[in-house]
């Protein structure tokens, strides 16, 4: 996956930790003595993906602590997040970054077979997606014939073209 890159959202509040969110960016929170964001590193590079982009915000400098002497980790600062979002730090993470890349959320935990899923797929565009959670943080995937109708917080009027949960994983190439 050398033509392959990867970009971790990182860059937004973990307003619903409370205190703990404000205090600490949400892929820094550790599970087990490992970041989530270190663990996606660490996952990534197991998959073949040497260079990842870390789009920052909230606490950015503690990214640049405990990330930013590594080899292949470029860190990328989302002044505007609070006002932006997702898109403009995505947007931010693409400059520099090879034609495909794996997009992730900092703040998720997963087995290396959903970013396998993903980065062996032979498609251009992946949207990792599982059964519905009722998690209470959702955003919902929908699509016709494989092709993405929406993504959306509220549960679709019409859930016959519901696919499932959005995971926090995907592969953007080119177009």
Do not use: W
Not at 25 to 37: A, H, R, W
Not at 50 to 78: D, F, K
Not at 87 to 97: A, I, K, N, T
Not at 112 to 133: D, P, R
């Amino acid at each position: 996956f050398s033509d392959t890159d990867a970009i971790i959202l990182a860059a937004g509040r973990g307003s619903r930790l409370g205190k703990l969110g404000i205090d600490c960016p949400k892929g820094l929170i550790e599970v087990d003595g490992e970041s989530f964001v270190e663990r996606s590193v660490a996952q990534l590079r197991e998959a073949g993906i040497g260079r990842i982009t870390i789009v920052t915000g909230q606490c950015g400098e503690q990214y640049e602590e405990r990330l930013g002497r590594r080899p292949g980790i470029r860190l990328v600062r989302n002044m505007r997040y609070q006002q932006t979002g997702s898109f403009e730090s995505l947007r931010l993470g693409m400059f520099e970054s090879a034609p495909t890349s794996v997009v992730l959320d900092s703040d998720i935990v997963y087995e290396s077979l959903g970013l396998q899923a993903v980065t062996s797929s032979e498609e251009e565009a992946v949207i990792l997606v599982s059964a519905l959670t009722q998690s209470g943080d959702e955003v919902y995937v929908s699509a016709r014939e494989h092709i993405l109708t929406s993504l959306t917080k509220s549960f679709p009027e019409d859930p016959r073209f519901l696919v499932g949960e959005f995971v926090g994983i995907s592969k953007l190439g080119p177009s």
